[in-house]
């Protein structure tokens, strides 16, 4: 019996239905899901090893690559308007946004309230996860008003720099 099927056996009693969608929504928010196989629709698109520019299926019985100029093509195809995609993430990014503002007040309020700095840190670190999911959200709106989906490499500094630019460099009236 090796060490990870031991832990894998006791955590699984330990662990209910509650921890584990907690488990898979802060794996989506921290990037620990990929897409899903156009090829097979079992397997998911993982990045190759050997080039930057190609998605693999990592089902063994499928095997299918992808470039990433196929993913945009297939992207741009099925009619979506990219607008109303990315009004709808900005619109989601400004609702994380105002969640975390209201936990962090609550819980602030009750932190004093019961005299307990735990609660504070717990709901801090509550409030990093969903202001990651409104980045997350921001980061998918402004790729969608660039028209920069499909890269061998994330665009993040550009992405910085414009939200920098929004934020400080808008004309006040």
């Not at 996860?129 to 550009?158: C, H, N, T």
Request: aromatic content about 8%; proline content about 3%; some cysteine.
């Amino acid at each position: 019996m090796g060490i990870l099927t031991f832990l894998a056996g006791r955590l699984a009693r330990r662990v209910g239905p509650e921890h584990k969608t907690f488990a898979a929504m802060s794996g989506t928010v921290l990037g620990g899901t990929h897409a899903t196989c156009p090829a097979c629709r079992r397997g998911r698109l993982m990045n190759d090893p050997e080039s930057p520019a190609l998605r693999r299926c990592d089902d063994p019985a499928c095997g299918a690559t992808f470039t990433l100029a196929e993913m945009g093509r297939t992207f741009a195809l099925e009619g979506i308007d990219a607008r109303d995609l990315a009004r709808d993430a900005r619109r989601q990014a400004w609702s994380l946004f105002l969640a975390a503002v209201v936990i962090g007040c609550l819980a602030a309020a009750w932190a004093v309230y019961a005299h307990s700095w735990l609660t504070l840190l717990g709901a801090l670190l509550l409030c990093i996860v969903v202001l990651a999911s409104a980045l997350v959200q921001r980061y998918r709106a402004w790729q969608l008003d660039q028209k920069r989906m499909f890269e061998a490499r994330a665009p993040i500094g550009a992405f910085v720099a414009a939200e920098l630019h929004e934020l400080l460099g808008r004309e006040r009236q």
